[in-house]
């Protein structure tokens, strides 16, 4: 997957609630690895498959995604954050 092309995805389509890693709406529930790891269900088990899961079908206050984004702009959207996660979005 691409990262560069997923860092546009994710601007264009995800900071307004999720700017720098974080979480707007419900603050504890960032992008942050240690957060992911806690609330995002199989996270652990396979990282890139739950964020997928999560964009496509929304939960809560996050809308779904899989009318507005093509299934390869949401593998890569995942693919960033697994990414930046990992460097603590720094
Ligand atoms: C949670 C990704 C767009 C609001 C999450 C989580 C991920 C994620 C991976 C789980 C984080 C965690 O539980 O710690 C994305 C991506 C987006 C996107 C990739 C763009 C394609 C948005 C937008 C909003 C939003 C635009 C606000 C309108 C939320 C909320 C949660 C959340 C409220 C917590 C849901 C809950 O567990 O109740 N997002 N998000 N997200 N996101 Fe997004």
């Known amino acids: 997957a691409e990262i560069t092309y997923g860092a546009k ?6 900071s307004s609630c999720h700017i720098g890693g974080g979480n707007i709406l419900i603050s504890e529930k960032t992008l942050k690895k240690e957060a992911l790891s806690k609330y995002l269900e199989d996270y652990d088990a396979d990282s890139i498959q739950a964020i997928i899961y999560q964009v496509q079908n929304g939960k809560n206050a996050m809308p779904a995604f899989k009318s507005k984004l093509s299934e390869q702009d949401i593998i890569d ?14």
């Open 77 to 90: 959207v995942a693919a960033y954050i697994v990414e930046k996660a990992e460097q603590n979005w720094q």
């Open 9 to 14: 995805i994710f601007k264009a389509n995800c």
